[in-house]
T-cell receptor, first 113, second 113 residues
């Protein structure tokens, strides 16, 4: 079946450290891939997306590249800030399906000053 | 402002007492969906709707009902809530079923005692 696996959290970093959150997927067909972010007490917000292999999504200093050969979509940021503390969700959708987003379990990031 | 509005934000109820969580979007989106978020499980889809009067089950529909009488509204109904429905619920909408991102409400935290 279709699924998304994220690295276990929580991830704790110091301000200005480099961030990687791993995400791999299993999918039949050609998925679109997304990263969503959830700040405390809020709903999820789209952070970035990529719709085909080798596409790079980017936003607010975050980047992720759609790697079909390794079925991965790892999230990276060169220098994290305290304000980046949140829960990050990797997700996929297949154009052939009902439009459903399939989410990973989420990774909590805590950035300390 | 484009948004998805859920009410209430917090709800505490007792087993068996019917309740409704409302959801409204002002973006003229055709697609709407309900998810529940539980620790370690990420988000799981409960029900979705492709358009007015068109609804279908997601991955965890048991114990829930929905209706889509108008394009903007998609209420979630728990006819006889049970403690295992204690969770954080999110309504979401998007423009179509392909690569459009989901827009989420701020969530409803439900506790069933």
């Amino acid at each position: 079946g279709n699924s998304v696996t994220q690295m276990e959290g929580p991830v704790t970093l110091s301000e200005e450290a480099f961030l990687t959150i791993n995400c791999t997927y299993t999918a039949t067909g050609y998925p679109s891939l997304f990263w969503y972010v959830q700040y405390p007490g809020e709903g999820l917000q789209l952070l970035l997306k990529a719709t085909k292999a080798d596409d790079k999504g980017s936003n607010k200093g975050f980047e992720a590249t759609y790697r079909k050969e390794t079925t991965s979509f790892h999230l990276e940021k060169g220098s994290v800030q305290v304000s980046d503390s949140a829960v990050y969700f990797c997700a996929l959708t297949l154009s052939s399906n009902t439009g459903k987003l399939i989410f990973g379990q989420g990774t909590t990031l805590q950035v300390k000053p | 402002e484009a948004q998805v509005t859920q009410n209430p934000r917090y709800l505490i109820t007792v087993t068996g007492k019917k309740l409704t969580v409302t959801c409204s979007q002002n973006m003229n989106h055709e697609y709407m969906s309900w998810y529940r978020q539980d620790p370690g499980l990420g988000l799981r889809q409960i029900y979705y709707s492709m358009n007015v009067e068109v609804t279908d089950k997601g991955d965890v529909p048991e114990g829930y009902k929905v209706s889509r009488k108008e394009k903007r509204n998609f209420p979630l109904i728990l006819e006889s809530p049970s403690p295992n429905q204690t969770s954080l619920y999110f309504c979401a909408s998007k423009a179509d079923r392909r690569n459009s991102p989901l827009h989420f409400g701020n969530g409803t935290r439900l506790t069933v005692t």
